[in-house]
Every structure is written in structure tokens, then in C-alpha cells.
């Protein structure tokens, strides 16, 4: 027994050893974990880049609740159609059918053939106009947005790149306009952010980021000061990056854009200073989409982040 109890203890370590270098290989910003919100496409994936050709992590923690799954109109005909003509033809079937139970007939309260016949039309007017509003509702509220950039990013010195900067972004069209200016920004707000991590400084967070995500980047860094480490990031370089997509909900306007960079991401002991993880030397490179998001004219804030696969 005390030999089995000795090897369940080092099994015990073992694993508890191996989960604590899990959580600590990404302790970067982000955390190696995926979360925020990307308005009404939370919980859609971005679209595929050349920087990232796979399909990116979904979203693990978010604010935005998932949207509840539509019934499909074919599906349930017209008695399954939801609002006022599946109200309505359920009302009249469910007459018909007290009027079988009752002795009257189907239609024994409708007043014959007629009375069916103008019911019917009645019935075709209501979902008529019931198409016609619906399709006005959907054009209106239809987010506008532009697709996944055409144009590629390219490394630095291959032509074409935007100038400044240690890596490039593509050029986008579209009806959000994403210029260099905005390219640059989403690259300062890279190294901002994670210098601003790793001074642990939700002041300089505050500027950068999103409520929801300063919460949870506060979560982060309690829980790092509870375990009695801290995360020190440096040389934060921008190798590649391109836009997967922009659109535009109501006043706001998103960006999602694929980045490779790399960095000295080392975790450290706060009380003796020793480097529980990472390499004080050599960099490890990342690639994560990060989104952005603005008021029209505001400055870009980052509302999410997701692993690329």
C-alpha cells in the first residue's frame, strides 16, 4: 500500500506540474485563450486570412449571449409560422375543431363555402403584407460590412507593405473604410496593450480596451497576484498581419484582423524574482485575431481576441 501511495503522490505532482506550465506558456495578453465580443458575429468565425487560414477559436468567455435559433418557416408551414398568420390560422383550426367536437362540423361556423372563400382571401392579403414588412424590417436593420480583404499582408520588405512598423497589414476596401492610419493603430495598440499587461496598469488598459475586456484582463491579474507570480512581456514585434473582415453595427464600427508577432513573454515569481516560465532571450511568436471597435470618428478599442488553430 505505501508503494502505491508513493506513486499516486508522484503521479499527483507530475500532473499538477504539467497543468501548471500549461497555464503559464501563454501568458501574454490574451492568455492563449479566446473571449470578448465581436457584436452580432461573437459567434460566427472571422473569415480566413493568409496570416490565419484556419478557423479560429471560438470565443470561450463573452458578454453577448448567443441569439436563439430561429424556427424555419418552411419547416412548420403555415400553421408553424410565427406571429400574427400562424396565430390566426391556428385560431381558426382550433375553431373547426371544437366545432367537429361539439356536433357543428369543420366548418360548421364559418357560414359555408363563402365564408371559407373570403377567409382564404383574407388569409393571402395578411401574409402579403406580412412579406413586404418583414423584408423592409431585415433591409433596414442589416449590418453593412466588408468581406475578407482581397489583398494579402505581406512580410516587411515585400512591396506593397504599409510603411512604419516592424511587420505590414493589407489594404482593405470596403464600406468601412480601414486605412493605414487605422493599420497602424491596430499595431500600437498591440504593443500598448501587452506593455500595459505586464505593468499590470488597468489605468493604461482603460484606454485600450473595451469594459469587458478590461473585467477580464482584471480577473487575469488577480488571479496571477493570488498565485504569486507576475507577467513581464517585452519586444513586442508585429511580423505579419492582415484584415479578415470590418462592418458596421448601427453607430459602431469593427475591425478583425489576423496578427503574428512575437515577444519575450516570461512569467516570474514576485517574492524571489525567479523565472517560473518562458525565456528571458529568445522570443516565442503568437498568432491570434484581435478585434476592434470604435464609435464612428472615436479611437479603436480592442474587443476581443481568438486564438488561431
Given at each position: 500500500?505505501?508503494?502505491?501511495?508513493?506513486?499516486?503522490?508522484m503521479?499527483?505532482?507530475?500532473?499538477?506540474?504539467v497543468?501548471f506550465?500549461?497555464?503559464?506558456?501563454?501568458?501574454?495578453?490574451?492568455?492563449?485563450?479566446?473571449f470578448g465580443?465581436?457584436?452580432?458575429?461573437?459567434?460566427?468565425?472571422p473569415?480566413?486570412?493568409?496570416?490565419?487560414?484556419?478557423?479560429?477559436?471560438?470565443?470561450e468567455r463573452?458578454?453577448?449571449?448567443?441569439?436563439a435559433?430561429?424556427?424555419?418557416?418552411?419547416?412548420g408551414g403555415w400553421?408553424?409560422?410565427?406571429?400574427?398568420?400562424?396565430?390566426?390560422?391556428a385560431?381558426?383550426?382550433?375553431?373547426?375543431l371544437?366545432g367537429?367536437?361539439?356536433?357543428?362540423?369543420l366548418?360548421?361556423?364559418l357560414?359555408?363555402?363563402?365564408s371559407i372563400?373570403?377567409?382564404?382571401?383574407?388569409?393571402?392579403?395578411i401574409?402579403?403584407l406580412?412579406?413586404?414588412?418583414?423584408g423592409?424590417?431585415?433591409?433596414?436593420n442589416?449590418?453593412?460590412?466588408a468581406g475578407?480583404s482581397?489583398?494579402?499582408?505581406?512580410?516587411?520588405?515585400?512591396g506593397?507593405?504599409h510603411?512604419?512598423?516592424?511587420?505590414?497589414?493589407?489594404a482593405s476596401?470596403?464600406?468601412v473604410a480601414i486605412?493605414?492610419a487605422d493599420?497602424?493603430?491596430?499595431?500600437?495598440l498591440?504593443g500598448e496593450?501587452q506593455s500595459?499587461?505586464?505593468?499590470?496598469?488597468?489605468?493604461?488598459l482603460r484606454s485600450?480596451?473595451?469594459?469587458?475586456?478590461l473585467a477580464?484582463f482584471?480577473?487575469?491579474?488577480?488571479?496571477n497576484?493570488s498565485r504569486?507570480?507576475?507577467?513581464?512581456i517585452?519586444?513586442v514585434?508585429?511580423?505579419?498581419g492582415?484584415?479578415a473582415?470590418a462592418w458596421?453595427?448601427?453607430e459602431?464600427?469593427?475591425a478583425t484582423v489576423a496578427?503574428?508577432?512575437s515577444?519575450?513573454?516570461q512569467?516570474?515569481?514576485?517574492?524571489?524574482?525567479r523565472?517560473?516560465?518562458?525565456d528571458?532571450v529568445?522570443p516565442?511568436?503568437a498568432?491570434?485575431?484581435?478585434?476592434?471597435?470604435?464609435?464612428?470618428?472615436?479611437s479603436?478599442?480592442?474587443?476581443?481576441?481568438?486564438?488561431?488553430?
Open positions: 500500500m505505501a508503494r502505491y501511495a508513493r506513486w499516486l503522490v503521479l499527483v505532482s507530475l500532473l499538477a506540474a497543468a506550465v500549461a497555464a503559464d506558456a501563454n501568458a501574454r495578453a490574451g492568455g492563449g485563450s479566446s465580443s465581436r457584436g452580432t458575429r461573437t459567434f460566427s468565425p473569415a480566413a486570412t493568409q496570416t490565419a487560414p484556419n478557423t479560429a477559436a471560438p470565443i463573452s458578454m453577448t449571449q448567443p441569439s435559433p430561429s424556427s424555419s418557416p418552411a419547416a400553421f408553424g409560422r410565427p406571429g400574427l398568420l400562424g396565430g390566426l390560422a385560431g381558426f383550426l382550433g375553431a373547426g371544437l367537429l367536437l361539439f356536433g357543428h362540423g366548418f360548421g361556423g357560414g359555408g363555402f363563402a372563400f373570403g377567409l382564404l382571401l383574407q388569409l393571402a392579403l401574409f402579403f406580412a412579406r413586404l414588412v418583414w423592409w424590417w431585415q433591409r433596414r442589416a449590418p453593412a460590412y475578407a482581397m489583398l494579402r499582408g505581406m512580410m516587411p520588405g515585400d506593397g507593405s510603411a512604419g512598423g516592424s511587420g505590414s497589414f493589407a476596401a470596403g464600406r486605412a493605414k493599420y497602424d493603430a491596430f499595431e500600437r498591440l496593450i500595459a499587461y505586464a505593468a499590470e496598469d488597468l489605468g493604461a485600450h480596451v473595451t469594459p469587458e475586456m477580464y482584471a480577473e487575469d491579474l488577480a488571479a497576484a504569486g507570480v507576475i507577467n513581464r517585452s519586444d514585434k508585429l511580423l505579419k492582415d484584415l473582415e458596421r453595427e448601427g459602431a464600427e469593427y496578427m503574428r508577432f515577444l519575450i513573454d512569467t516570474i515569481e514576485r517574492a524571489s524574482g523565472i517560473v516560465e518562458g528571458p529568445r516565442t511568436q498568432t491570434e485575431l484581435w478585434t476592434f471597435r470604435r464609435a464612428q470618428g472615436g479603436w478599442l480592442l474587443s476581443a481576441i481568438q486564438q488561431a488553430s
